[in-house]
């Protein structure tokens, strides 16, 4: 596999280059260290999105799966950025992710025989259903099926040669689905038992010992590393001390939780008596 690309930490945003009609209202820009995505502030899903795709990345790399490279920059409000539906980007900190070479998965199976990693398929699985991140795979019991294959990304820059990387990314669905970090709403979610992340395709590449090998780390995880990650969120995201606690406290417990949803999924092995 190629090795990982070297540290990015762009410190301005130069100019905007175009504002992107999704979900996400994402904004390309040029940086003093190249281009790069931005998430930003005064969007109508409000800034506990951002909060939620900046612990969400972290979580994620976490677990070992591959993240885009992001940073933290200011936003300054000189710049007059506005997102594809007019509205004026809200000066503060955004969130940036440097743009790299690749592509999205088109949704064939045999495109997963390229990965070098495809040991993550089982790890994304595992995440996505920890996190309830409704926005990459989202089955239909109790809600509309979504398979949104946009969020299954392969690197090209970081794969060896006729290979690519599958990715982690756009995690700002996570844990409320794209609504604010309420005690309620947490308190309300955290023993869904749903299996998110599975896309059918998936499953061949997947295997009970391998699910619940991930499963057994993430169960692992110390509650001072997630409150550590919710630190960094910035106090502009609007994100209070209760309902950080709350949400440590939710990831915290999910943890604990997600092993019968795997179990359920990947059953041991039926033994026959002749």
Same mark, same amino acid.
């Given at each position: 596999?190629? $090795? ?9 945003? %130069?100019?905007?280059?175009? +504002? ?22 005064? *969007? ?13 990345? %972290? ?18 409000? +000189? !710049? ?18 440097? +743009? ?59 794969? $060896? ?26 308190? $309300? ?22 699910? !619940?090998?991930?499963? +057994?780390?993430?169960? *692992? ?6 409150? *550590? ?44 008596? $002749?």
């Amino acid at each position: 596999m190629a $090795s990982a690309p070297t540290p990015w930490q762009p410190s301005r945003i %130069l100019d905007p280059i175009e +504002a992107r009609k999704s979900g996400s209202r994402v904004l390309r820009v040029e940086t003093d260290q190249g281009e790069g995505f931005l998430k930003a502030m005064g *969007a109508d899903n409000g800034p506990h999105v951002l909060a939620c795709e900046l612990v969400g990345t %972290l979580l994620a790399g976490w677990l070992k799966l591959r993240t885009l490279q992001f940073a933290l920059i200011d936003v300054p409000e +000189a !710049l007059n950025l506005r997102f594809a539906d007019g509205k004026p980007v809200v000066a503060g900190p955004g969130f940036l992710t440097r +743009a790299e070479e690749g592509h999205v998965w088109g949704g064939e199976e045999g495109e997963l025989e390229e990965l070098d990693n495809p040991e993550d398929i089982g790890r994304l699985i595992v995440f996505d259903t920890w996190t309830m991140n409704c926005d990459r795979y989202r089955p239909a019991n109790g809600a509309t099926l979504r398979q949104n294959k946009d969020n299954v990304w392969f690197s090209e820059e970081r794969a $060896s040669r006729g290979k690519v990387v599958l990715m982690a990314i756009d995690h700002g669905c996570c844990f409320t689905c794209e609504r604010d970090l309420t005690t309620p709403r947490l308190q $309300s979610s955290v023993n869904e038992d749903r299996l998110f992340g599975l896309f059918p395709s998936f499953r061949p590449h997947t295997t009970r010992g391998g699910m !619940l090998q991930v499963v +057994a780390e993430v169960e *692992a995880v110390a509650r001072s590393e997630i409150e *550590a990650m919710i630190a960094r969120v910035p106090h502009q995201w609007q994100v209070d001390a209760s309902a950080r606690r709350e949400w440590c406290d939710w990831i915290c417990r999910r943890a604990k939780s997600i092993r019968r949803i795997i179990e359920r999924e990947w059953p041991a092995a039926q033994m026959t008596v $002749s």
